[in-house]
């Protein structure tokens, strides 16, 4: 059980100690994740980013995917996606990833996005319950090719290490219980995260970086 978020980005950040001073980004999925990764990112001396994705649903039912978009990319799981109009797809790829460049303009402030190719890509959230939104963002990552991908999250039901564990480099999480239920559950507070938070906390850990403040 954690406290809060600050209580479990504290406790993922001693277990990620071995990766300060590589040439590193905290990756961090909104809302939730961003003061997790704040945290995280001010513990090991990296920037802060958000990491925007989202899968494609299937058009009988939109929890099913059958593809996954992230800000500069498509991919379509053709097995799940076998006779299903292309427009489709191409429609609701433009739709969705309009709106994740909107999103990321907005929580940015207009920072673009930085190249992750050869990074040690942190990707945090603050927990996982389905696992979609996680393996659609690593999907994505591994398409800029990191040196080293790794998942940490304070929380996930076992099936989440079995799913995620083989597409990363390393999948850390400090509780995986069988009793699963909600990410909320194994927090004594979890109150929603705002976008002016994730954005304030954006803003300060950008500017804490420009100050020297995570010189390695």
């Known amino acids: 059980m954690f406290q809060n978020r600050q209580d479990a980005a504290l406790r993922l950040a001693q277990r990620l100690e071995k990766y300060r001073g590589e040439d590193g980004i905290v990756l961090a999925i909104p809302r939730g994740g961003v003061p ?37 990319s498509v991919a379509v799981d053709e097995r799940t996606a076998s006779g299903i109009p292309a427009e489709y797809i191409q429609q609701q790829a433009a739709r969705i990833q309009a709106k994740l460049r909107e999103n990321f303009r907005l929580f940015m402030d207009g920072r673009p996005p930085t190249n992750l190719k050869g990074k040690t890509v942190i990707v945090v959230d603050d927990g996982i319950a389905t696992g979609h939104t996680m393996v659609a963002t690593v999907e994505a990552i591994r398409r800029s090719q990191p040196a080293k991908l790794v998942v940490a999250v304070p929380v996930a039901p ?50 804490g970086a420009h100050d020297g403040a995570f010189a390695k």
Not at 162 to 181: I, K, R
Not at 184 to 192: A, I, L, M
Request: hydrophobic share 45%.
């Open 158 to 207: 076992p099936r989440a290490q079995q799913q995620l564990a083989p597409l990363v480099d390393e999948f850390v999480c400090l509780l995986l219980p069988h009793d699963f239920a909600a990410v909320g559950q194994f927090y004594v507070t979890f109150d929603q995260v705002s976008d002016e938070e994730v954005i304030r906390l954006l803003r300060k850990s950008a500017a």
């Open 36 to 72: 997790i990764g704040y945290v995280i990112a001010q513990q090991l001396g990296f920037p802060l980013e958000v990491v925007l994705s989202k899968k494609i649903g299937h058009p009988n039912n939109s929890e099913y995917a059958i593809g996954s978009v992230s800000l500069d």
